[in-house]
């Protein structure tokens, strides 16, 4: 149905999984572990923009908001702030870097960490601490963002994602038996910390193309594709910033593949992103040659998933009222950006030229004040971007703030792609 907001994943740490503080009361336990012996922790999520966002505490600080990533190998706070106050035990500098247009960053690693998420301890952990929240991942989730972690989270538990429920279920891999109406099995490998498949084929006319792909939680987008001699550009392409990597901003195309065919199941005119090579496709080339592109969670949604990287399966079990919504994108030619008191006020980060919005006389900074006469900051910006996708032909108006002046705008939703 709806693709929420940019892709903001794709973080990818070149860092190995690093290891740090407890409490008294863990003192003997280390590493992941669901507390009181339990088999089985329910942890509630939020999502926004297509992202899993679950509560995290560091040792004693507030209850922080971490993205969930299939693959990133360690603990990143990306928002040095969050635990300014915390009396961190820091050892050494280190580069991260990863997908974008930009450089290498600079973090500092600390030690012996005690993470909490709901029941689920972890003990004698190290974190990486970025030195500036250079990526600002808040203004694009819209929601306060002080980090990124998962791939120990799945390694050490097997993990269900039920996105209807808005729960992850953790369960003690001795105790997690596969059931047949759990829903369709599918073989991963587990390569570099990442969770690869190859039963995504993408499908035009008589034609099969099988690929090779990453299943990537902390990607919001259905598909992101490396263009090859195999896979080319659709004929119908608009230019968008993708996202944001590790090392900047991700830049590419967007267009439609005519159908795929995930393990069992079809889905039709999917919206797939395709990086430039020189911000996504080269670095990632340099780290796996037989990637392909990932799979994120504009296409997960639709089923409940459960990963078991121990036993290398993932599960699938469609929820077919999401498995049949149609896939769609922006119509306005807006980007957003929030800032302000709990991201809830909204600026035109960029408006694509020739669109309805820049048709309409819209601009870069523009600040929206209300949509459709509802005051933007009743919504969230995964709402709004909700509203831009409701189809083709409806009729937008938005009053907006600029240097100081009320403006008034309308267009009608268009389909680009």
């Known amino acids: 149905m709806k693709q929420f907001g940019l892709l903001i994943g794709l973080l990818l740490s070149c860092l190995g999984a690093i290891a740090g503080n407890d409490d008294q009361h863990n003192q003997e336990r280390y590493g992941y572990f669901i507390d009181k012996n339990r088999k089985q922790a329910r942890i509630p999520f939020q999502l926004h923009s297509n992202l899993i966002i679950v509560p995290i505490r560091v040792n004693n600080s507030d209850t922080l908001h971490f993205i969930l990533d299939t693959g990133v190998s360690s603990v990143i706070i990306t928002d040095p702030e969050a635990l300014r106050k915390q009396p961190l035990r820091y050892t050494r500098k280190v580069k991260l870097s990863g997908a974008g247009e930009g450089?290498?960053?600079?973090?500092?690693?600390?030690?012996?960490?005690?993470?909490?998420?709901?029941?689920?301890?972890?003990?004698?952990?190290?974190?990486?601490?970025?030195?500036?929240?250079?990526?600002?991942?808040?203004?694009y989730v819209g929601v306060p963002i002080h980090g990124i972690f998962g791939y120990e989270v799945f390694n050490n538990f097997v993990v269900t994602i039920d996105f209807q429920r808005k729960e992850l279920i953790l369960t003690n891999p001795k105790s997690y038996r596969y059931k047949r109406s759990q829903g369709f099995r599918y073989p991963i490998t587990i390569q570099d910390t990442k969770p690869y498949t190859d039963v995504l084929?993408?499908?035009?006319?008589?034609?099969?193309?099988?690929?090779?792909?990453?299943?990537?939680?902390?990607?919001?987008?259905?598909?992101?594709?490396?263009?090859?001699?195999?896979?080319?550009?659709?004929?119908?392409?608009?230019?968008?910033?993708?996202?944001?990597?590790?090392?900047?901003?991700?830049?590419g195309n967007l267009g439609r593949i005519e159908k795929i065919r995930l393990g069992n199941f079809e889905m039709d005119n999917?919206?797939?992103?395709?990086?430039?090579?020189?911000?996504?496709?080269?670095?990632?080339?340099?780290?796996?040659?037989?990637?392909?592109?990932?799979?994120?969670?504009?296409?997960?949604?639709?089923?409940?998933?459960?990963?078991?990287?121990?036993?290398?399966?993932?599960?699938?079990?469609?929820?077919?009222?999401?498995?049949?919504?149609?896939?769609?994108?922006?119509?306005?030619g807006i980007e957003l950006k929030?800032?302000?008191?709990?991201?809830?006020?909204?600026?035109?980060?960029?408006?694509?030229?020739?669109s309805p919005a820049g048709m309409a006389g819209l601009r870069d900074g523009d600040e929206i004040l209300f949509i459709n006469n509802t005051p933007a900051g009743e919504m969230s910006i995964s709402e709004i971007y909700k509203v831009l996708q409701k189809g083709e032909g409806k009729e937008i108006s938005m009053l907006v703030r600029r240097n100081g002046n009320v403006v008034f705008a309308s267009f009608a939703l268009k389909r680009m792609i």
Do not use: W
Request: proline share 3%; net charge positive; charged share 25%.
């Open 103 to 139: 450089g290498q960053l600079m973090a500092s690693v600390a030690i012996d960490n005690l993470l909490s998420m709901g029941p689920m301890q972890a003990t004698h952990q190290n974190i990486v601490v970025l030195d500036d929240d250079i990526l600002h991942l808040s203004e």
């Open 201 to 251: 084929a993408l499908l035009e006319g008589n034609k099969t193309l099988p690929i090779r792909v990453v299943i990537d939680t902390g990607a919001g987008h259905a598909l992101l594709i490396n263009r090859s001699e195999d896979v080319r550009l659709p004929d119908k392409v608009i230019r968008a910033q993708l996202g944001r990597g590790l090392s900047g901003v991700i830049n």
């Open 338 to 354: 929030a800032r302000g008191n709990n991201y809830r006020s909204f600026y035109i980060a960029k408006v694509i030229d020739d």
């Open 270 to 332: 999917v919206v797939a992103s395709f990086p430039d090579s020189s911000s996504f496709g080269l670095k990632i080339a340099q780290q796996a040659s037989e990637r392909n592109g990932n799979i994120g969670c504009e296409i997960l949604r639709r089923f409940r998933v459960t990963f078991n990287y121990q036993d290398k399966y993932l599960v699938l079990k469609p929820v077919k009222r999401i498995l049949k919504q149609t896939f769609e994108h922006d119509m306005s």
